[in-house]
């Protein structure tokens, strides 16, 4: 039996400035079937803002869950239905971020906080859409006691017919720490969302979070119903296959080579429309990570995207720095 649209078995973090849909475009080429988040999108930046330019995103890109960031019901309703108009696979509402910014706007992880309030989030999107309502947090904040405050928050949410959970397997410290602090000071709790999934069987349960390896991701698999890759995707961008091909189906034959072709068909084809070769050229940097050549890839890219007449040329031009590639490695 095919799993439930979208298969959420492997998916890929939001993360600000980094999965734009340049970079969703390209993580696409090396997984064709995870499930790619937007960044997290303020409801205002879409609603009083250019929404066309935070909403559309190339159809390859597909399947995108799009996340938002808010706590006014009527916005993220309002939200929720541009999603389903543009495309999306699913809207996920951001009750993970700790930054300060996110505070002073009352949403993101201050939001597990009030859990009344994010279910009549969650209400109020599902009405507006048919599109799958999910949400995205941490184990708790601050000084919550994680089982029973994890337990409170996804009842509320669950109640209001939340049926997926995304769980990031730490706590946010709201004071004290940066957001780049706050993902790696709290210790890693997988135990508590493994808790979770074994109390609310009926919700599917993704769990993210340090997760760095196949091994670790199958071992997650045998009771999350998926599991949330972030910085090892972005900055190993050719583990995404292995991740793949483990949790999902091994993806069609493609070397380092032939994807930096296909990127560079693409880069051409966005630079119709002014799109500088940068602004797809820094997701790449990481590809031939742990290869011979892959730091002179990087520092070749890195260097030469910088010049305002770079182009898609350069890709194909770095790919002389690396001597070799195993054939078809995965
Ligand atoms: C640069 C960066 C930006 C992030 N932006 C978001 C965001 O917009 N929304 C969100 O829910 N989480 C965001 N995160 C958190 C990730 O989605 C993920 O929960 C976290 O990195 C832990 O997963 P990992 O250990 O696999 O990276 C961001 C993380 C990074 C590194």
């Known amino acids: 039996m095919s799993p439930p649209f979208p298969d959420r078995r492997l998916c890929v973090a939001p993360m600000m400035d980094w999965t734009d849909r340049h970079c969703r475009y390209f993580h696409r080429l090396l997984a064709p079937r995870a499930l790619l988040y937007t960044e997290m999108i303020p409801t205002g930046a879409i609603l009083r803002g250019d929404a066309e330019r935070f909403l559309r995103f190339d159809p390859a890109e597909r399947p995108v869950a799009l996340q938002l960031g808010g706590s006014e019901p009527e916005e993220l309703a309002a939200c929720a239905r541009l999603a389903e108009r543009h495309g999306y696979a699913e809207v996920n509402l951001n009750c993970g ?14 939001l597990m906080r009030e859990p009344g309030l994010v279910a009549k989030c969650v209400s109020a999107m599902r009405a507006a ?87 670790a991701a199958l071992a997650h698999r045998r009771w999350a119903d998926g599991v949330m890759i972030g910085r090892e995707a972005y900055q ?64 070749r890219l890195s260097e030469g995207m910088l010049r305002p007449d770079a182009t898609a040329e350069l890709l194909l031009d770095a790919l002389h720095c690396i001597r070799s590639e195993p054939a078809l490695a995965a």
Not at 97 to 110: D, H, I, K, L, N
Not at 240 to 249: C, G, P, S, T, V
Not at 273 to 297: K, T, Y
Request: aromatic share 6%; glycine share 6%.
């Open 236 to 299: 190993n961008p050719w583990s995404l296959r292995a991740f793949a091909a483990a949790l999902q189906e091994p993806p069609p034959p493609l070397t380092r080579h032939e994807a930096v072709a296909a990127m560079a068909d693409y880069a051409r084809r966005e630079a119709t429309a002014e799109v500088p070769l940068r602004a797809i050229a820094r997701h790449m940097l990481g590809l031939f990570n742990g290869l011979p050549g892959a730091r002179a890839w990087r520092r």
């Open 97 to 110: 971020c700790p930054s300060e910014r996110v505070q002073r706007g009352a949403f993101g992880a201050c």
């Open 129 to 215: 859409t048919a599109l799958p309502v999910t949400v995205k947090c941490r184990i708790g904040v601050d000084d919550s006691d994680e089982w029973d405050f994890l337990r409170t928050f996804v009842d509320a949410i669950a109640a209001a017919g939340c049926r997926t959970v995304v769980v990031h397997a730490r706590k946010a410290w709201l004071e004290g720490l940066s957001p780049k602090e706050n993902r790696e000071v709290p210790p890693l709790r997988y135990d508590i969302v493994e808790r979770l999934k074994r109390g609310r069987p009926e919700l599917a349960v993704v769990v993210n979070g340090g997760i760095t390896t196949v091994a």
